[in-house]
């Protein structure tokens, strides 16, 4: 049988912790691992066979990564589609472009989503004062204006209230192209993180409740706490995403559960064309962890069964200062601990994560 | 809080595929790794920040390696003492030298198992023709001459039964210093692997049985189909050589079973100082895994849980030409497949493993 075997090579765009990640477990599978990324100290140069440090935009140096490549993929969606383009002309690119270019603009992804009839919050683009005036009007307050490019983490986003100035919002976000956002009254936030391979075939993992604090992820838990049919429907809203993009990879969908009177609804947030922080549970929480999954998905090779390995388990981030735990945590037989191998505990920044298995909620 | 933390560097002497699975763990629990290996293609360099290739009598080499490195462990048990002791000068040498010259020679390591008490095979010192007939006349045969060093795999080792010849036996091992040991009618092979740390602390996993084919390790099951007593003496045992060795870090015990009259007895066959090939159930069989635990205990970190995570867990090595399996293997939804990145899959060649959890035996 043809296709990409074990002993080639497998490149990925970006060197962060999730790039480290895929590495480890691409590595476990017989892979060669090739990391490509602008930043020198890059986390997951250390764990990767061969490690390319150059620009994005350094044509030469992509061609030549791309070229001893069997199959690439990325690890964070603002790779310039332009660095995609020239990868895919030399290797397979797994996402393709589409996938990227579409979840780089926040606009054009809630177009996608909402065009295949799938429940997004109300939005309107924004370009300037007079289009933020007239979606404000449209969509009263609050509302959220988001930068349409480069917002992860809770960046390039400013909650518009009552008696708010909304050019000062715009300052906020530097005069960047932006969509608004009509608020939606959300009782939990959940995500569902699936994989698709080349031929179309799915493997979805249970969907996951998530807690964040400051616009950072804080805590995954898992199953969440919704009835068994918002659980269907999220795998279906994620499915249907994937197959419309002909997705090849890891994929994660964040949704808001609306409850209201008695029911439930779901109302997709955004989409990441990656592994993803919310899935990180799945290290020791699944029978296939979604790194190795995106390997397996990437190559083409079958997907691994997304069971659970515990009735519950619960991922929290250590953020920042957090890191300094890493004893105490080493202590609690319960905990599983990843850190990332960054050097400085800076606020905010995501430091690694530990997952905890138990018998029940 | 002294000692070593993570972003601390970690050594690894040898660059094979155990300790490319210690520089894993290493690295996701935020250490940086730095493999020395006299081989350029060895797995481990694949996946470690910094690698060293310089041979183990490069002074030099192993003096500049030890001086940037925390603490410095080995992944094999024929590592030159003298390599081990210019490592000592420099860093933290765990396990020590002393752990690495008991194993290297099985005359030694047989004598001082037996003068702690612990049941060892009757054996015998073999140097010369004279020596090996007066042994087989005091232990009958069969009988095995086995090397005193560098045997590995079931290398080094000639069996002697009624009508062989003695001096043909002296031959197939080339004359090296050797022991000749009586034969143990065992009816099974288990093993205990266990760690310890520096504070004299013990994690001990559970007795493992193990199925050799043609000297190598083929399948290893947990737990082992033993008596709670039998398995509490095998820990016990284990416990009792890592205290008297003054041991930190992974120690596997291979141990054979004598039944005998309706009772059970054990018999220390070997020991490893490192992690060993039937622990590699433990990397998605147990709350923590063997390259972990080593990491931690090397490290002095608290050490980590070694329950089992499902009531039966089977290895299976993949040897040679079984690496080719690893498609259908992946198609298994009940195995999780290791590959060591070894390039030719020669025979005999270690490759890779696949460990399966299930619900009983």
Chains 1, 2 share one sequence.
């Not at 476990?28 to 691992?33: C, H, M, N």
């Not at 070229?67 to 995609?84: I, K, L, Q, S, W």
């Amino acid at each position: 049988m043809s296709g990409i075997a074990p002993g080639d090579v497998l490149g990925i765009l970006g060197g962060g912790q999730l790039g480290r990640m895929i590495a480890v477990e691409a590595a476990r599978l017989g892979l060669v691992v090739h990391v490509f990324n602008d930043d020198p100290r890059s986390p997951a140069f250390e764990v990767a066979a061969r490690a390319t440090h150059a620009r994005f935009t350094d044509t030469e140096a992509l061609a030549e990564f791309a070229g001893g490549c069997a199959v690439v993929t990325y690890e964070f969606e603002n790779v310039p589609v332009a660095a995609a383009e020239i990868v895919e002309r030399h290797a397979l690119l797994r996402p393709g472009a589409r996938a990227l270019a579409t979840a780089q603009d926040r606009l054009v992804e809630k177009t996608f989503v909402a065009d295949l009839g799938i429940p997004v919050a109300p939005f309107r683009a924004v370009d300037d004062l007079p289009s933020l005036e007239a979606a404000l009007a449209d969509l009263g307050r609050p509302a959220i204006l988001k930068t349409r490019r480069f917002g992860y983490d809770g960046k390039g986003q400013v909650v518009i209230r009552e008696g708010d100035d909304a050019s000062a919002a715009l300052d906020a976000i530097a005069h960047a192209p932006a969509i608004l956002e009509g608020f939606v009254p959300f009782s939990a936030e959940i995500s569902v993180v699936a994989a698709r391979g080349p031929d179309g075939g799915m493997a979805v993992y249970d969907p996951c409740e998530n807690r964040h604090e400051g616009g950072i992820l804080a805590r995954t838990s898992v199953p969440a706490a919704i009835s068994a049919q918002a659980a269907d429907e999220a795998r279906a809203i994620a499915s249907r995403i994937a197959a419309a993009l002909d997705y090849v990879g890891v994929l994660a969908v964040e949704m808001f559960l609306v409850r209201e009177g008695g029911s439930e609804r779901l109302v997709v947030n955004e989409m990441a064309p990656r592994v993803h922080n919310s899935g990180h549970w799945t290290d020791i929480g699944a029978a296939t962890s979604q790194f190795e999954q995106h390997v397996r998905a990437v190559c083409g090779w079958p997907l691994g069964d997304t069971a659970r390995r515990a009735p519950r388990v619960v991922m929290d981030n250590l953020v920042g200062e957090d890191a300094h735990r890493w004893r105490e945590i080493l202590s609690d037989a319960s905990a599983h601990l990843t850190l990332y191998g960054k050097g400085e505990a800076r606020a905010g920044r995501k430091m690694g994560h530990v997952t905890r298995l138990s018998g029940g909620r």
